[in-house]
């Protein structure tokens, strides 16, 4: 559908863009000790609401109307697994005024103009887009409206809209009959939207739109993606630590068949060949030279991570916690650790990029469109009206693809040949060059007071970067936000009647890449804070759910997460202790301004730990799609288990290991509860976060029931009994 030059501009209401920390703050930050101003962007970083950063305010950009009456959804977010198609077709039909079959849902190229300016991840596809989708569909129907008043000789106020059909004054015209008619597009200022109770698609449990494509196998994923004479690409990876690319022979690969041509460049050399085969085995005959400095063990990993090695920066603070602790007698102490963890999504990383005439095509599976139409065009010389990035469904995310240095490969390849060439990791250069979860250290203190509930508590973590490094934040932001957000995702205090509080972040940088994994820190540091509560409560001779409801603010996330806990607690028949050979484990955490806690039912066979059931109680606002947000859930738990229970990355001799799924020991079928119970808490007319702040509670759920059969308390994951 073209695009008409409008008449008149579009109010953009809350459309504005929000940035995540407000210049305000930064520059109201030369009033206040350096501590202190990190301090409170920590704490809004922590609060944050969801915002997008499209600058998209254009309905004919984000709809296609089609002659059959059929709605295109160009989404600025991709589809990973996580539902988001579904919730946005949802949130658009109310609003448009379509049945939900008429809406299908596609991923928006650069080309188009509608794409996030930051990324798919984090939680926020349908959270950031809940208003302003509405706000462009109210429009799009309003234009559509007032398009057939014209064509009709009506007034617009007296025609009706259903299902995609406008009527009035005898008449009835589809959309698809409207756009055909449409010269010029008036856009006029965005409607009243409608009450929410009245819509008939969001808060119902509609089927995925992509489940027919996902069940018949269709060619979705990067994957499958293809161009026509397309040639494949593959690159010689570094497998060791630091390795610095330095020379190449590629006498005898030159040689071999099918090759089309050798690429050497000043950082990396790859081959072009007619087969994947062809030029993977050409590739294995290059022989290069590495520079590697040092061959780290994960003994010294370890000993870096530890608190107290790093760069230590203070996150949350209330009152004299660490006077408290320093000065006074019976303080608890713990410390708890979490390993190097792999993304090992099913997926490899790759593209397919076709550049010629001053212009580059990429399709690929990436969760960051916008950067790496940037990166694309940076390597290549270009402008990045010159490179369309096409995004693809991911085979899974979890932030693996907020790194694509995969498409400057294919990129270069296809420069260099003239063709569309095919480039992607094999399994085990997937693992090897991964952007890992950072290993964690925690240490914690606290003191009892007389009435047994805590008078002081602190928690310190020592991680390596997760949000530092990333292309999402610029250099700029480690100076200013000073402490890594993404490592202590999760790791304040949430326990807001305690008087005495501190969070401390120690910033450690590895010798390996570190980043973005499902949660961030979520996992870890809930496995830390909450497992010591558990230890507290046990301390304190009293029950932890009580226990922790008992330390809760009177505001509204209080109640929020006081909800959740009883929520859990009540559906899962919460008891302490161990009974016929099982026993429960509780946790919860606030995640994203979503609070979610959970009981894990545990028992012990052959000396190994067996999850059972999970009840899961969770208030994310409101629920778009709540099957979805039930599928997030359990996809969470068993993600966060898996992590918990069994994944682990070594270093040896200055290599990652393992390298293959098999020695890479993950959670399989027989590993899953039996049953997830998960339980919705609505509780706000916008939707929130879901997708990550279920994975928080487990591995605490889970080791605190470990503890109540077998007295072990369990410090460090993955978990294992002695």
Known sequence: MSEPKPKKKFSRRKFIVRSSVGVGVLLGGIYFSRPAWRRSIASMANSAEPFYMGGTDKPLLWFEIRADNQVLLHSPKVEMGQGTFTGLAQIAADELEVDFSQIKVVHAATATGNIDGLSTGGSTSISSLWQPLRELAATMREMLKHEAARIMGAEASALSVKEGVVSGNGRALTYGEIVKEVKEWEIPETPPLKDIKSYKFVGKPLPRVDLHDKVIGAPIFGMDATMPDMLYGAVVRPAYIGARYVSADTSQAEKMPGVVQVVKEADFVGVVARSIVEAENAKNAIQVTWDVEKEWQSEEIEEMIKVGKGEPFVIQKEGGAKRILDNEEDVATAEFKSPIGAHAQLEPNGAVAFVEEGKATVMISTQVVKITRKEVAARLGLDEEKVNIIPTYLGGGFGRRLHTPNAIQAAVLSKAVGKPVKCFFNRQEEFQNDTFRPPTHHVLRAKLGSDGLIRAIEHQVSSGDVMFGSPLFPGIAEPILGADAGAWR?????????????????????????????????????????????????????????????????????????????????????????????????????????????????????????????????????????????????????????????????????????????????????????????????????????????????????????????????????????
């Open 490 to 722: 999760g790791g304040m205090i949430q326990y807001g009647k305690i008087p005495n509080y501190r969070a401390v972040s120690w910033r450690v940088k590895l010798p390996f890449a570190t980043s973005w994994w499902r949660s961030l820190g979520l996992l870890a540091n809930t496995f830390a804070i909450e497992s010591f509560m558990d230890e507290l409560a046990i301390k304190a001779g009293k029950d932890p759910v009580q226990f922790r409801l008992d330390q809760i603010q009177d505001d509204e996330a209080g109640h929020r997460l006081k909800e959740v806990i009883k929520a859990a607690a009540a559906k899962a028949g919460w008891k302490d202790g161990a009974h016929n050979g099982r026993a429960m484990g509780f946790a919860a955490s606030t995640d994203a301004n979503t609070p979610c806690a959970q009981v894990a039912e545990v028992s012990i066979e052959d000396g190994q730990i067996r999850v059972h059931k999970v009840t899961c109680a969770i208030d994310p606002g409101l629920a778009v799609n709540p099957d979805q947000v039930r599928a997030q859930c359990e996809g969470a738990i068993i993600m966060g288990l898996s992590a918990s229970m069994y994944e682990k990355m070594t270093v040896r001799d200055g290599q990652l290991t393992p390298t293959l799924y098999g020695p890479y020991r993950m959670a399989l079928m027989k590993d899953v509860p039996r049953e997830i119970d998960v339980v919705i808490l609505e509780n706000a007319e916008a939707p929130g976060a879901v997708g990550e702040p279920p994975l928080g509670p487990i591995g605490a759920a889970v080791a605190n029931a470990v503890f109540r059969l077998t007295g072990q308390r369990l410090r460090e994951m993955p978990l294992e009994l002695a």
